[in-house]
């Protein structure tokens, strides 16, 4: 057996961490992407639409800067209480290569050239010197230290309190390696550094405002700087005396504060909270041109040719990426939607019955299907101020069965997306499993009120209501011939229903919170996972333990298994990995990182070559899933 677990090939990966301040970075190539995804930072040829994966921080990326050559990215982490944050120096032009097809896609240790470990929980900001020789950092609240680092040695050489209060961002002089300016609650300071004492001497703006500052932006001759607050002023500071003093704040308010800034030749252009993009002009300071973005307009990333502005990427808190042409002489902020995904926990994902070109996935308020090979949004379906908690698809591909929190079952059609049916009050607090039978003439339901119920899916009829269950149900799988059908609870008990008789043939009981339950595609055996963190077989028959493995050091929330064969399942779980194991020898043999939240589903697609896994942070990553790849693991 191999000596130790290999790393799960990641194929590709859709989403957007938009939540991260300056998430977003367009290379100044205008080639290439960078924008963090959980734990992950993604480096995306746009022509090619290929992926390279930085996988290197333990927890969620919380903020990114680019050198000023683009040979070099930092990226900065946050982790638990007590714990260093580490920042990650990255060989950029190492990752554009592979992005491009040039290498692995995956990338860890071998292209990082700095590992900078002294900030507690959080890495706030980060910003490259001039030269690219220095890299100045800003700890969170925990830590709220300014440390100005060595790119070349990963020396800190000095280090300091930022502020009496916490400080939000970080920005150097773009003429001088020795300068720079933090902002943050009701601070506003420009900082000095002397190479010979090895201090930095701060100097507080002379502002006439209590503010708290949310982003900054210099001009090229660092003259002047734009610095963004939390109520919605655009403020302009005049860097050129001894003691940088406030000049004037725009006319108008945003709502929900200034949390991104870029400055064209002329002008001011800012990303609100509210997702408003505001262009505003140099000399009044007042709104030129605006256009309203979905979710926080949190990161603006500005595309260069020759120096010169053309257009603008813009990233929202609700996961999507736009694109503005920018045209100096007529300012015009239309908005071209690029890029989109879930920007909440996504609960579940099915594909349809021996068709692997699309799947379907479901988070809060909608439903959502993608194609596979191009990684794109087909479909969208909403309800508003709902949380669908299950998908399933008809074994013809003809209807999406749904579940929701208002405890109805939703029916649509997956080419159009329009409603076909609703089963009302399938259960009460919510309906939290659906499967459709094989015929396609039925589908089963489990809910939060502990009943697994059977209904005709041409008149919405509710055929049998099957009650023994004492909490809610997580997964209901059926057998083939439709005549059984097995469910999993919270309760602690699994039950094997005949859907012939409806009555219970087999129940199941352990220690332990069921999340997950199938069948092997030979039907003698199930296999389970839950809170206990182990895996178990099962007898279909008699519903005895047959084997129990321990599968994570965390709760495990989602299994699936290669279909016809069985010999190879997969996991999913709190621990934020997807384990690939051998069904006969019960060893794990793959792992895959990436994911920054827990994983709440992983799904084979059919044909058996690539798993998909979904999870809090919104993201869905798809990973590679090769028939020799999985035998040259099982061997040395």
Known sequence: MASEKQPLELKNVIGFGGKVPNGLICHHDGIHH?????????????????????QGHTHQVSCLALSHDGTKLASGQVTHMGFVADIIIWDLTSAMRSASGEGKAQLGEEIILQRLARHKVKVQDISFSPSDRLLASLGGQDDNQLIIWSVETGRALCGTAAANDSSQCVRYFNNDDNKLITGGNYNLRVWEWSKETRKLIPTDVRLQLQRIFKSIAIKDDDSLAYVGTMTGDLLEIDLRPKIPKFNRASKERFSQGILSIVLPEKGVVIGSG??????????SLGTVCKSQLMGAATSLAPVREDGVLTGIYMG????????????????????????TCHYSSIQDICFPKGYNRVFVTCANNDIRVWHMAESRELLRIQVPNLVCNCVSM????SLIMSGWSDGKVRAFFPESGLLKFIIHDAHSD???????TNDGTRCVTGGVDGRVRMWGMRNQDMIASLKEHKATITSITIRDGDEECVSASDDGSCMVWDLRRYTRNQAMFASTLFRGILYHPDESQLLTCGSDRKLSYWDAYDGTA???????????NSIDITKPDGNVFVSGGNDKTVRV??????????????HSGNINK?????????VVSVGGEGAIFIWGLSKPAIDEGKTE
């Not at 929202?316 to 890029?339: E, F, M």
């Not at 919510?430 to 459709?436: E, K, L, N, P, Y």
């Not at 194991?581 to 990436?594: K, Q, V």
């Open 34 to 54: 960078i924008y963090s995804l959980g734990s992950t930072v993604v480096v995306k040829n746009t022509r090619l639409q290929t992926q390279a994966f930085l």
């Open 274 to 283: 509210s997702g408003l993009v505001a262009a505003i002009g140099s000399k």
């Open 316 to 339: 929202t808190g609700y996961s999507n990426i736009y694109y503005c042409p920018w045209n100096q002489l007529k300012p015009n902020l239309d908005a071209q939607l690029r890029a």
């Open 394 to 397: 008809a074994p013809d591909g």
């Open 430 to 436: 919510g309906v939290t499993a659906v499967a459709c």
């Open 546 to 556: 047959i084997r129990v493995i321990e599968g994570s050091n965390q709760e495990i």
């Open 581 to 594: 194991w051998d069904y006969d020898d019960g060893i794990c043999h793959f792992i895959g990182e990436g």
């Open 602 to 610: 992983v799904a084979i697609a059919p044909g058996n070559d690539c």
